[in-house]
């Protein structure tokens, strides 16, 4: 069996699916060329029927990609296949991935079926997309609670409709890494033309388990491992590239290579954070901000003495810079020019000048800025053309005192104030936006999150906003929490007001 794994992206499909992770089809592009550049084999782009903005952007990254795969996701239905195989017309290397869940919650519950006829289902999809591209990838939903001999019925006879890829998912998270890697094996051992195709991994991670279940399910058999950039995804999220990528690197007795450049990881996963405005936990394996620190004393003295004391990967590996300059209210536009850069973010000339205002801004207010504020800058230029902003708030608020906000926004060129009062600044400053707004709305979450250390750090506030029975997303961030919350709460409103 060859040793080489393929590496299945999945950022801009299952990740994207998060509430408030998503992009639009210019971030999208620049993600995609961000993990061609990483060395990625296969980009799964969308689910194009799911809607026309995930239909054109499978369209508009499969002309802005070149090397790798580009995968469309569909449900074992005609017209899902055909909507994909129309997206996909411009790709230089196209798959479509077809399937339906095969446990028996699935079949029972989800379906109201048998396993007979879901086995039809199966084989009858694969067979109408092989009318439209070579590569058809199957999943078999709910791989990881599927009894393994019926998996096994399933596996062959997709195969033997011409499935060139068959993934294994454990769609709720729920297998032990044991019991996945010997369901790999199981299938490797008893599906006769097992290997005319290639098995995938794509695990979730709702107890934990998404890495270990996918290297045990790869040590087993499978080459194709499915996964995110820094692990987001449904829930739990899935299984995180860089892990996977870090663990074969770091076991080569293992004898699995991959594609991936990894000097490129840390880039991508800031640039995938700070485009979904999902933050990575400081303690993440090998891209979050404590991965490469030592605190305590003891390992300090020991790193210092011989970085493998305490380091079993070295930092530039996975592009963590160590000598990262911080930049001040000296630094000109060529250093934040070179920040961004070296981040992975290439502005045009306007949108350089706009960062650069606010990160001088920025820098009256906070001595250092460090990369989480550069690249929180780097996104403010994306709210520059909407058709809400938030022009003035002045509030005064403290304890035995009402809290009151004055407000005025700008309405595609109009001004417009208002005054209120609240429980407190945010509730005050909230209240007299939706006296202007006037429409019902309701705030359903609120999440404030300092990106680093001090009392003047910034603020990154996320918000949910319910609007006529749909919830919007909005995001800010501001050394300022009581206006992040306002232009997190504008920002959502942005969404719905035309
Ligand atoms: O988790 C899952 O089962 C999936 C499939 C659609 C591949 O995301
Ligand atoms: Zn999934």
């Known amino acids: 069996m060859s040793n080489r794994l393929f590496i299945f992206d999945t950022t801009l499909r299952d990740g994207e699916q998060v509430p408030g992770c998503q992009l639009n089809t210019v971030e999208k592009i620049e993600v995609a060329k961000h993990l061609e550049e990483l060395g990625v084999d296969v980009i799964e782009a969308g689910f194009p029927v799911s809607s026309p903005g995930d239909y054109n952007s499978v369209m508009e990254i499969s002309k802005a990609v070149t090397w790798p795969t580009i995968c469309a996701l569909t449900r074992a239905v005609e017209n899902d296949i055909r909507v994909a195989a129309d997206s996909l017309q411009y790709a230089k290397h196209k798959r479509i991935h077809t399937g339906i869940g095969t446990s028996d919650y699935h079949i029972r ?78 299938l490797m051992e008893h599906v006769d033309g097992i290997h005319r195709a290639t098995i995938a991994t794509h695990c979730h991670n709702d107890l934990g388990m998404a890495t270990a279940n996918t290297v045990a399910g790869i040590i087993d058999g499978a080459r194709q491992a499915e996964v995110t950039i820094n692990g987001i995804g449904e829930r739990a999220g899935n299984t995180s590239l860089e ?80 000598n990262s300059i911080v930049l001040t209210a000296r ?96 509730d005050a400053a909230i209240s007299a936006i939706k006296i202007i707004i006037r429409r019902k709305m309701l705030v359903k979450e609120f999440l404030i999150q300092a990106i680093n250390k001090g009392s003047n750090d910034v603020g990154k506030v996320h918000m949910t906003v319910e609007h006529d029975g749909t919830n919007y997303y909005g995001f800010s961030a501001n050394t300022d929490i009581i206006a992040a919350s306002a232009e997190a709460f504008i920002d959502a409103i942005n969404k719905f007001v035309r």
């Open 109 to 186: 519950y989800k379906f109201n079926s048998t396993r007979e006829e879901i086995l039809e289902r199966a084989v009858a999809c694969v067979k109408y997309a092989k009318r439209f591209v070579e590569d058809v990838q199957f999943y078999a939903e709910d791989a990881g609670r599927t009894d393994n001999e019926y998996l096994a019925r399933v596996v062959e006879a997709v195969i033997k409709a011409g499935a060139t890829v068959v993934n294994i998912p454990d769609t709720t998270g729920y297998c032990l890494p044991r019991q996945f890697g010997d369901k790999i094996r199981y």
């Open 243 to 322: 892990e996977v990528a870090m663990i074969f690197k770091s076991h080569p007795e293992l004898g699995i290579e991959t594609n991936i450049n990894t000097t490129k990881i840390c880039g991508i996963s800031r640039l995938v954070s700070s485009l979904m405005n999902m933050p990575v936990q400081p303690n993440k394996a090998i891209v979050g901000r404590n991965a490469f620190a030592h605190s305590s004393g003891i390992h300090q003295d020991g790193v210092l003495k011989n970085r493998e004391s305490y380091e079993i990967i070295n930092p530039k590996d996975v592009g963590v810079d160590e």
């Open 331 to 426: 630094s000109g536009r060529a250093a934040l020019k070179h920040r961004l850069h070296i981040l992975g973010i290439e502005l045009d000339k306007e949108a350089l000048d706009k960062a650069y205002e606010a990160f001088l801004a920025l820098a009256d207010k906070k001595k250092e800025i460090n990369d989480d504020d550069v690249l929180m800058l780097a996104g403010e230029h994306r709210k520059s053309t909407r058709r809400l902003k938030l022009d003035y708030l002045q509030v005064t608020s403290g304890v035995g005192v009402k809290s009151v906000a004055s407000v005025g926004l700008d309405i595609a060129g109009e001004k417009f104030e208002a005054c209120a009062s609240g429980n407190g600044p945010v």
